[in-house]
Nanobody, 115 residues
Framework: QVQLVESGGGLVQAGGSLRLSCAASGSIFVINDMGWYRQAPGKQRELVAV???????NYVDSVKGRFTISRDNAKNTVYLQMNSLKPEDTGVYYC?????????WGQGTRVTVSS
């Protein structure tokens, strides 16, 4: 069984930083794309950033230049460094990964940015 466990959420003032981590564990043969999604109150879940196994990245326009996604393939872990946080970044952040050709989700970690 495969699990994704996120950590690093919390409460931060606007302009601050947080680093999210998501570690995959279990019977893992291969991890392809890994990404972060978020769901703000009253809104649909949206893709924030994604990284391929080879390290190519893509971001939603609203976080470009502020967020950085990275991964450590040896540790089966993906990170999201979030700088210059804004109140509109508030939401529950979910880790997603394609593991053994199956889509997995983490339980979510809450990020709250106060103005």
């Amino acid at each position: 069984q495969v699990q994704l466990v996120e950590s690093g959420g919390g409460l931060v003032q606007a302009g601050g930083s947080l680093r999210l981590s998501c570690a995959a564990s279990g019977s893992i043969f291969v991890i392809n794309d890994m990404g972060w999604y978020r769901q703000a109150p009253g809104k649909q879940r949206e893709l924030v950033a994604v990284i391929t196994r080879g390290g190519s990245t893509n971001y939603v326009d609203s976080v470009k230049g502020r967020f950085t996604i990275s991964r450590d393939n040896a540790k089966n872990t993906v990170y999201l460094q979030m700088n210059s946080l804004k109140p509109e970044d508030t939401g529950v952040y979910y880790c997603n990964a394609l593991i053994n050709r199956i889509d997995y989700w983490g339980q979510g970690t809450r990020v709250t940015v106060s103005s």
